[in-house]
């Protein structure tokens, strides 16, 4: 199965600064999703980064908060902009693992300060 | 809207056999999946359904009823290490995963 390099694996960040995460998958994908998960809750998913074109945001995420790059097949960013305590969460980014079901990256830990 | 339920908690001794439920309300249905989370770490997959029936994998097994939007996962002979979240995630007509809010699995000894 896919295997995901998330990083970092955790971050203490001052309020209204950026965090990017990185992500690299060890095989070509067409998609990459990407995840927030908070203490006890469901994984709520941000958007969707496609290779060549603009993510896909879901409802209450906008790219000038989650800006997202995916300059190729195996690799994408998302960033947490100009960051408030209510951003502190577990972030994930995740595959569709070709019929062995959503594989996961280790997840960042993000708390803001 | 779209809705997935499963209990908040439940605690099980080691070596029984646990039924954790899924019941779910979507529009469409493209397929069922269960993933284990354990404390601090990402969710890993357990299984996928997308036929009425059992599937059985291991000490685990998972079971699907898409007439009554309902499903179980049911773990066996439990070990210690099977402490963890259990997430029942259905994907709807757009391809889309809805996820459920998770059941933490106590296992006592």
């Known amino acids: 199965s896919a295997v995901i390099s998330q990083k970092p694996s955790r971050d203490i960040c001052q309020r209204g600064t950026s965090l990017t995460i990185q992500c690299q998958v060890d095989s070509q994908v067409t998609m990459m999703f990407w995840y927030r998960q908070q203490p006890g809750q469901s994984l709520t998913l941000i958007a969707t980064?496609?290779?060549?074109?603009?993510?896909?945001?879901e409802s209450g995420f906008v790219i000038d908060k989650f800006p997202i790059s995916r300059p190729n097949l195996t690799f994408s960013t998302l960033t947490v902009s100009n960051m408030s305590p209510e951003d502190s969460s577990i972030y994930l980014c995740?595959?569709?693992?070709?019929?062995?079901?959503?594989?996961f990256g280790s997840g960042t830990r993000l708390t803001v300060v | 809207g779209q809705n997935i339920d499963q209990p908040t908690e439940m605690t099980a001794t080691e070596g029984a056999i646990v039924q954790i439920n899924c019941t779910y309300q979507?529009?469409?249905?493209?397929?069922l999946f269960w993933y284990q989370q354990h404390a601090g770490e990402a969710p890993t997959f357990l299984s996928y359904n997308v036929l009425d029936g059992l599937e059985e994998k291991g000490r685990f097994s998972s079971f699907l009823s898409r007439s009554k939007g309902y499903s179980y996962l049911l773990l066996k002979e439990l070990q210690m290490k099977d402490s963890a979240s259990y997430l029942c995630a259905v994907m709807d007509s757009n391809y889309q995963l809805i996820w459920g809010a998770g059941t933490k699995l106590i296992i006592k000894p």
């Open positions: 979507t529009s469409g249905f493209n397929g």
């Open positions: 980064a496609n290779q060549g074109s603009e993510a896909t945001y």
């Open positions: 995740s595959v569709d693992d070709r019929g062995r079901g959503y594989t």
